[in-house]
C-alpha cells in the first residue's frame, strides 16, 4: 500500500471514530433535554415555582438546535468517510469497503431532501422516523409549557409577556430559517460535496489518466455514444467503464498515477 493510501485508510478510521462521537452526542442531548424538561415540569408541583414552567419552550428550541447541531456534524462524519470509501474501492477493489453504502440505506441516506437526517422519500428509515418523533415531541413540549406559562407571566405585567413572546419569537424563527436552509434545502450538504468533489477531484479520475490520440471527427461521435461515466453520488462507488476502439482505429492509452 503506498503512502497516499495509507493516510487515506488512517483518515477513513479517525473519521469512522467521529461518527461513532456524534450518534454519542445526538442522544446524549436527547437525553439531557428531557431531564431539564421534566425538571422544569415539576417545579412548580414539588417547589410551588410556577415560572418554571416559562423555560420548558427555551429548553425545547435549545435541545433542538443542540441536537441539529449534533447531526450537522453527524453529516459531515458520513460524508468525508464516504469520500475515502469509494477512493480506496477504486484502488484496491470496488466492494472491498461497504460501510458507507449500508449506512445511506439502513441509517439514512446522504445528498437527498431530509428533516435533519430523516429522509422524505424511499430513503426514511427508522433513524429518520426516531429524528421526527423526537422533533414531535419537542414541539410538544414547547407549546404546553407555552400555554401554562404565559397566565403566570400574566400575572407580572403584560411588558412580561411581550417581551418574552418577542425574545422567543425571534429565536425560534432564525433557527427555524437557519434550519430549513442547511438542512431541507441541502445547503450544508452541497458545501462538503464542492469540497470532496471539486477540490479533490473524481476518485476514478485521480488513479486514471486517459489520453486519445488523433481522434478524427467521425471516431468522436462515435465514443460520445459510448462515453466514460463515472458516478456523481459522492457515496456510490465509482467505476470507469472501459471504452473500446468500436472498430474505428481509435487509440487510447491508460496511465495509473
Not at 462521537?21 to 436527547?30: C, E, I, K
Not at 431539564?36 to 415540569?41: G, K, P, Q, T, V
Not at 417547589?47 to 418554571?52: C, G, I, M, S, Y
Amino acid at each position: 500500500m503506498d503512502d497516499r493510501l495509507r493516510l487515506k485508510a488512517a483518515q477513513l478510521g479517525r473519521m469512522r471514530g467521529m461518527t461513532r462521537y456524534y450518534h454519542d452526542r445526538f442522544f446524549s442531548d436527547v437525553r439531557f433535554t428531557a431531564a431539564c424538561l421534566r425538571a422544569c415540569s415539576v417545579c412548580p408541583g414539588l417547589w410551588e415555582v410556577e415560572e418554571a414552567l416559562l423555560l420548558v419552550p427555551v429548553v425545547a428550541l435549545l435541545g433542538a438546535t443542540m441536537t441539529a447541531f449534533d447531526a450537522s456534524y453527524l453529516l459531515f462524519a458520513r460524508h468525508y468517510p464516504a469520500r475515502l470509501e469509494a477512493d480506496l474501492n477504486v484502488a484496491v477493489g470496488e466492494g472491498a469497503l461497504l460501510a458507507a453504502q449500508v449506512e445511506d440505506i439502513y441509517l439514512f441516506p446522504l445528498n437527498k431532501r431530509k428533516v435533519v437526517v430523516a429522509a422524505l422519500d424511499r430513503g426514511f428509515t427508522w433513524f429518520g422516523f426516531m429524528t421526527l418523533f423526537i422533533t414531535a415531541m419537542g414541539v410538544v413540549a414547547f407549546l404546553v409549557g407555552l400555554a401554562l406559562g404565559l397566565p403566570v407571566l400574566g400575572n407580572h405585567g403584560s411588558g412580561w409577556v411581550v417581551a418574552y413572546l418577542a425574545g422567543l419569537g425571534i429565536l425560534t424563527v432564525a433557527a427555524l430559517a437557519v434550519g430549513l436552509c442547511w438542512f431541507v434545502g441541502g445547503e450544508g450538504e452541497r458545501r462538503l460535496r464542492s469540497v470532496l468533489e471539486t477540490r479533490q477531484g473524481s476518485p476514478a479520475i485521480d488513479r486514471i489518466h486517459i489520453r486519445l490520440v488523433a481522434l478524427r471527427a467521425s471516431e468522436f461521435d462515435a465514443v460520445v455514444r459510448e462515453p466514460v461515466r463515472i458516478a456523481t453520488e459522492p457515496t456510490a462507488y465509482t467505476w470507469l467503464r472501459s471504452i473500446s476502439s468500436l472498430g474505428c482505429g481509435l487509440r487510447y492509452d491508460c496511465r495509473v498515477r
